[in-house]
């Protein structure tokens, strides 16, 4: 049997190279790539059981934390994290055109902005178009001489390779996640969790912290996102590291943790890869 594995679409996305990567590291047996129009989309398709498996991007080491993943998993409390992946990402410049003739740049808001100083320093005039991912750019500029598209030069079959690599940091890098319905890890050198606080008073966050701290579990990323009930309401995202004698203590944080907060989310605990 099969097993459908949501991902950013269309095929030709970094997204769709993530995926396939997860999969082989999850072993995942018979996988079927499913693309989906919009990240948003990607996480409803888990979430309504349209799909076994969703892998989205989480963080960019450049741009930070990708909101629409965030806020769509804290819509979603169902879903845990399987495996994280960190992907180089290496835009290129592509066109059916010459770079003289540019004067619109197609692509994820993302990708636009990992560019932004090469097309600033580059393209000056270019009106930059956002796009729901770098694959579906690359498909809009083709046969146009005044479009060009930033994405993977490996999703290029008929268009002119203008420039390559534009990413403004050479150490560009994307980390993507294998979401699932079913806690299926018992261990891992990875958890996550978020959480909303009862009392946004003086403290407060510190005393959510002093909690973790306390399990002597280290935070390794911590995010803040809007609630969208009131101003100066905040959600917190945090990642930690574990080691084989943590993962008892992560057990406890729900526990620990709750007399401080509304909500609780426990995303499990996973294994992260290095960049491949």
């Known amino acids: 049997m099969s097993t ?37 989309s990607v996480v409803e398709n888990l979430a309504n059981n349209l799909c076994e ?16 993943t965030l806020d769509s998993l804290w819509i979603h409390k169902n879903l845990f994290i399987h495996r994280a992946l960190v992907l180089p990402i290496k835009h290129s410049l592509m066109s059916s055109g010459s770079l003289s003739t540019i004067s ?26 956002p796009t729901n991912s770098t694959a579906e750019a690359i498909r809009m500029v083709k046969g146009s001489s005044f479009r060009a598209a930033i994405g993977s030069k490996d999703a290029n079959e008929e268009l002119n390779i203008l420039a390559y690599p534009i990413n403004d940091i050479e150490g ?7 979401l699932g319905k079913k806690n299926i890890k018992v261990d891992g050198n990875k958890a996550s969790i978020a959480f909303s606080l009862k009392s946004n008073s003086p403290g407060a966050l510190l005393k959510a912290l002093n909690c973790i701290a306390n399990l002597g579990l280290n935070m390794s ?26 993962e008892k203590d992560f057990e406890k944080i729900t526990e620990e943790l709750s007399p ?4 609780i989310i426990n995303f499990g605990c996973y294994f992260g890869s290095e960049v491949e």
């Open 221 to 246: 990323r911590i995010e803040s996102r809007p609630s969208k009930r009131e101003l100066g309401e905040y959600v917190f995202f945090i990642d930690l590291d574990l080691n084989n004698s943590s």
């Open 172 to 178: 560009n890098c994307t980390r993507f996640i294998l």
């Open 4 to 40: 459908r594995v949501a991902y950013l679409g269309p095929k030709g996305t970094y997204a769709e190279k993530a995926a396939k990567a997860l999969a082989a590291l999850e072993n995942i047996d018979s996988p079927q790539f499913s693309p989906c129009k919009g990240l948003r």
């Open 104 to 129: 619109e740049v197609l692509s994820h808001p993302q990708a636009l902005a990992q560019c932004s100083q090469w097309l600033n320093d580059n393209l000056p005039n270019a009106v930059h178009l």
């Open 260 to 263: 401080l907060c509304n909500q």
């Open 53 to 68: 498996a969703a892998v989205v991007p989480i963080e960019n080491s450049v741009e930070g934390g990708v909101t629409t």
